[in-house]
């Protein structure tokens, strides 16, 4: 789960920064297109300004002035006022003065102004003055008087031939000029003199100074056609490079009007606008998902190389900017949209998105080639509209794969009989199981509700009061540092008697598991278990003590019994045939008993690890030929015969000699007793890799099949009766040694034992057990 949290984090986490950077990208474009927006509407309004100027002078650069009662305000045209007081004398530019001026003038003019004052008679004439010549238009509106005054400078000015551009040329702070029709200029304002560093328009043609010789030709190009002409340039000026509108306007007395403005601001604006959309044009160019821009008209304006790869769209049909219908109907033959019933409506409903002002929710594309798009629409600063497609096919199929993941996480979880609960590093509960719930007898919607660390204490403190161990957990849930998030465990009591261990374990992300598990009944078992092995233990101390005791009380009167009745065998001359066979079996009897305790007390030595072995150098050879000796006497009375293989490799054998030979007396013992007479017993033994083997085998009726799997078990009964200990105390024996016993048998076809001992020591009790070559 981690691994796919991990893939699913990588994946979300893609598809979020490529929203982010479309985001800021149109974040930066849309305060782009407002700085171009603001721009054109400066652009409008000096164009606005310069036809509302060129307005002015054609109008013959007039003042206009209201009158009521006599007194008289300034409404507009501040210059022309003042060119107006200068054309009459007057030392000040003043509406009033200017009206007292002309009534004096002349009688008759005093007449007509009283006339269009008290009467609203309009009226019109010329005042000239010493400065030149003033015109008067009277109209009446209302109460007020209006009087559209305006000056013309007299002959001796020194002006040319258009005098009404003159005055307003000359007042701008920007170069300007009147040109000839071939564009050489023939009266310039004090701007254009500045700019050109000329005291006159003489000097600067005697020097060949010009403001741009471009300007000179734009001005030619509006004399001859007759039409008004304009330009942007670039130029130094006043030490640096600026940006200067030029525009010509012929004059219907011959000429061209000349005029510049200032745009640099607004020319430097544009470039680094420019600028900035043809970088955030480049970023969207490397984003992954595909982003197109439809403009108002519903033209294609704007895509990246993503929108081309993800539709299969040639650049070239692209690059003939085809309407979004075009581009839907493309796609659709395609068979590159989702599937509709109603394609016609779906792309109606499509088209109409250009109508919404708003923000509009994303969208889900199913494509027939089963991809899967998030489509995001954004209405554009300019109009139109912004799509952006982000294919999350692999999206999707990441969060199927991790629900999956999570359902089999909270299945698997809901099997297990602890009580499990991961938090994560905020302390929020984030997986539990249903055992959880009924450990702690608490509901879903009360989990739901406590949410973090602290709520679910507060359900489970009831069950389990110590608080000093919810603080302990609580830090190995919430505490950053590694060695706090420890794995930790241990034992509590609930208030129910309960016996509970806890777990802690810290996961690979952050998060902490938390498993409770009821171990009461355990517990119980094991004090039960602790109690019957103590008493076992007891009972095999008594069971040894009494073996021990029984044993050592029966050995006094056995050697009794063996001693007198090996005196009547001496003695046995003058006793009956029937007496000696009865002293021959009670000497036999007595020593078979023997032999049966001493076996019992071995056993009970095994079983107490108290059995020490008595290691040496112990040569197989003489060990088999000693052992077979022994046992021929016996042998012969059963009429059976003993077969000596003797060894010519195997050497000496470091071990107990006495235990050997009680494990190869007892396999005598055993394979006599199970051979009918005529038969034979055969006594070898062998070296193999690693080991050395002694073997017996006899000829006998075999053990059944269903016996030999308890063949070595202890006080298995045998025909002849016993406690059944001998051939437990072979296995036992070789099994000191570091060896083992292997059986082969079949019904009717003898038995053979191998004693597997180890060539070098492996002894758990006697590690120095070994072998001398």
């Known amino acids: 789960m981690n691994a796919q949290d991990l893939m699913l984090a990588a994946a979300a986490g893609a598809v979020s920064l490529a929203i982010s950077a479309v985001l800021w990208a149109l974040a930066q474009r849309r305060a782009g297109d407002r700085r171009v927006a603001d721009l054109r509407s400066r652009i409008r309004a000096l164009e606005a300004g310069a036809e509302t100027a060129q307005a002015s002078v054609e109008a013959f650069d007039s003042a206009l002035l209201a009158v009521e009662d006599g007194q008289a305000l300034l409404a507009s045209g501040d210059e022309s006022l003042g060119l107006c007081c200068e054309a009459l004398g007057l030392p000040h530019a003043d509406a009033q003065s200017l009206l007292n001026a002309l009534m004096r003038a002349d009688p008759d003019h005093a007449r007509r102004l009283r006339g269009l004052i008290e009467r609203g008679e309009p009226c019109a004439f010329e005042v000239k003055g010493p400065a030149g010549v003033v015109t008067v238009e009277g109209r009446a509106s209302g109460a007020l008087a209006w009087l559209r005054v305006s000056a013309a400078p007299g002959d001796d000015q020194g002006l040319p031939t258009a ?73 130094s000026y006043g030490g640096r490079r600026r940006a ?36 955030h044009d480049e970023t969207l160019n490397h984003l992954d998902d595909a982003v197109v821009i439809f403009d108002r008209a519903k033209r294609l304006s704007f895509h990246n190389t993503a929108f081309a790869e993800l539709w299969g769209l040639e650049p070239a049909w692209l690059g003939e900017q085809p309407t979004h219908g075009e581009v839907l109907d493309r796609l659709r033959q395609r068979r590159r949209l989702p599937e509709s019933v109603d394609y016609a409506k779906w792309k109606t409903a499509e088209l109409g998105r250009y109508e919404r002002l708003e923000r509009q929710p994303d969208d889900m594309w199913s494509l027939p080639d089963g991809r899967t798009l998030r489509v995001v629409r954004q209405p554009h600063p300019l109009g139109g509209l912004l799509l952006l497609f982000s294919d999350i096919t692999g999206e999707l199929k990441l969060k199927t794969q991790y629900n999956a993941l999570i359902q089999v996480q909270q299945a698997t979880l809901d099997k297990l009989s602890d009580a499990v609960a991961v938090f994560g590093s905020d302390g929020r509960l984030r997986l539990h199981n249903e055992s959880f719930e009924r450990f702690w007898n608490i509901t879903p919607l ?121 005196l009547l065998e001496l003695l046995g001359e003058g006793l009956p045939d029937r007496a000696k066979a009865y002293a021959a079996a009670v000497k036999a009897a007595a020593t078979q008993l023997a032999r049966s305790i001493d076996d019992v007390l071995d056993m009970a030595q095994i079983d107490a690890e108290e059995m020490a072995l008595d290691l040496g150098d112990v040569d197989v050879a003489e060990l088999l030929i000693e052992v077979a000796a022994r046992w021929r006497s016996e042998a012969e009375a059963n009429k059976v015969s003993i077969v000596l293989e003797r060894p010519g490799d ?113 002894a758990v009790t006697q590690p120095e057990l070994g072998f001398a070559s």
């Open 163 to 235: 005098p009404r551009f003159a005055a307003f040329l000359n007042a701008r702070a920007c170069p300007a000029w009147i040109a000839a029709a071939d564009g050489s200029p023939v009266w310039v304002n004090a701007a254009w003199l500045k700019a050109v560093d000329a005291g006159s328009l003489d000097e600067a043609v005697q020097r060949g100074a010009a403001f741009d010789r471009g300007a000179d030709a734009i001005a030619s190009e509006a004399a001859n056609l007759g039409q008004r002409r304009e330009a942007v340039r670039w130029l």
């Open 244 to 279: 200067f509108l030029i525009a010509a306007q012929p004059l219907e007395g011959g000429g061209v009007a000349v005029w510049t403005e200032d745009h640099t601001d607004l020319e430097e604006a544009r470039e680094e606008t420019k600028r900035n959309l043809a970088a």
């Open 446 to 566: 009360q989990l739901e509700a406590a949410a973090d660390f602290e709520g679910v204490v507060e359900l489970c403190v009831h069950k389990l009061h110590d608080m000093a161990f919810w603080k302990e957990l609580k830090g190995r849930v919430a505490d950053p540092d590694p060695t706090a998030r420890m794995p930790i465990g241990g034992e509590v009591q609930t208030s129910d008697d309960r016996i509970v261990e806890y777990r802690t374990r810290p996961l690979p992300d952050g998060a902490t598991l938390i498993a409770f598990t009821d171990i009461t009944d355990a517990r119980r078992l094991e004090t039960a278990l602790a109690e019957r092995e103590q008493a076992l233990t007891e009972t095999e101390r008594l069971k040894r003590d009494f073996v021990g005791n029984v044993s050592y009380e029966l050995r006094t009167p056995l050697t009794t019994i063996i001693g007198y009745s090996e």
């Open 650 to 762: 195997v050497g000496v054998i470091r071990g107990d000699r006495r235990r050997l030979a009680q494990i190869l007396d007892h396999l005598m013992e055993n394979a006599i007793g199970q051979t009918p007479a005529g038969g034979s017993v055969s006594v070898s033994a062998r070296k193999a890799l690693g080991e050395v083997q002694l073997q017996v085998s006899d000829t006998g009726r075999g053990i059944p099949f269903h016996v030999q799997a308890h063949i070595f078990d202890r006080f298995i009964g045998r025909e002849r009766g016993g406690p059944g200990l001998g051939l437990a105390l072979v296995k036992a024996l070789t099994e000191l040694h570091g060896g083992w016993v292997a059986l082969e048998s079949e019904p009717g076809a003898g038995a053979t034992f191998t004693c597997h001992l180890p060539e070098e020591a492996h």
